[in-house]
């Protein structure tokens, strides 16, 4: 392992400029480029990097983080560099204290089939309208993987997942439920609508009780950004659901409520 490790002494090394600032300098969005954070995203970043549709390009790690994560490491094919810096150097690089230690630069490579069609007969699927805000977007995230959805659907709209935060936030879910980030939320309904699936949107004024939703092959679970909710246009197109709740609060944390449904419908399907 310590052959493999590449020592950094100064912050301006040019080998380490994609970790530079990275608060200030997010790389999402950059050819599909991001930034991993903790030895948890790390370890589901090398795993899905054996799947081929993540890959790692380098890593930089505080010296005393090395032999806590050696397994993990050991998972990395040899082309990619381990980068290896003392406490004062590594939050001069990044801009602040980062006390997780561990960073990585992933790639995300884009599938040409479209999603849809990889999923199988018995799905279920969540999707995000116009998701902004990074915290609910790496909770939906995680709820899809605890609550074993096929995979998320993001419209346009929605913040990129692979924000550092949202990643984080996932646990590294981001990494392992597939997902599609493009078109209108109509759009990505009518696919899916056409592709067989029973849509359900979820609106504090649904007409059905989501634990009263009849279980089908293929269903859809769609939620909107906290305030504005979901658009006229997809609530009166498609069937909704509500979570029933005290009269004395208007509504559920996007992220808690997303949870409560998949947990209902999943259970349904009697995918737990």
């Not at 090395?66 to 980068?83: C, K, M, N, R, T």
């Not at 913040?159 to 550092?164: A, E, K, N």
């Not at 056409?194 to 009263?212: H, K, M, Q, Y």
Request: overall charge negative.
């Amino acid at each position: 392992m310590a052959s493999r490790l590449i020592a950094v002494e100064s912050a301006d090394d040019p080998r380490i400029a994609e970790f530079r600032d990275i608060r200030e300098r997010d790389l999402t969005g950059r050819q599909n480029r991001f930034i991993a954070e903790g030895s948890v995203v790390l370890r589901m970043l090398v795993e899905a990097n054996r799947s081929g549709r993540f890959a790692v390009e380098k890593v930089l790690l505080l010296r005393n983080r090395v032999d806590g994560i050696a397994a993990i490491l050991e998972g990395l094919p040899d082309s990619v560099p381990v980068y290896v810096a003392e406490a004062q150097v590594l939050d001069r690089i990044v801009g602040f204290h980062l006390h997780r230690g561990v960073l990585a630069l992933g790639r995300r490579e884009v599938a040409e089939i479209d999603l849809i069609e990889r999923l199988p007969e018995c799905s279920l699927v969540l999707v995000g309208c116009g998701i902004s805000n990074h915290d609910n977007a790496g909770s939906m995230f995680r709820n899809a993987a605890a609550f074993k959805a096929d995979a998320v659907f993001l419209d346009e709209t929605s913040c990129d997942p692979l924000y550092r935060k949202a990643l984080r936030v996932s646990v590294g879910s981001v990494l392992s439920v597939p997902y599609e980030r493009k078109g209108t939320a109509l759009d990505v309904l009518t696919r899916l609508a056409v592709n067989g699936f029973a849509i359900w949107t979820l609106s504090p004024r649904g007409e059905t009780d989501i634990r009263e939703i009849p279980p089908t092959s293929r269903m859809a679970l769609v939620v909107g950004t906290e305030g504005e909710g979901l658009p006229p246009a997809v609530l009166e197109r498609f069937c909704s659901a509500r979570i029933p709740q005290s009269e004395e609060l208007d509504s559920l944390n996007v992220a808690t409520a997303t949870g409560i449904a998949l947990f209902a419908m999943s259970s349904a399907a009697k995918l737990i």
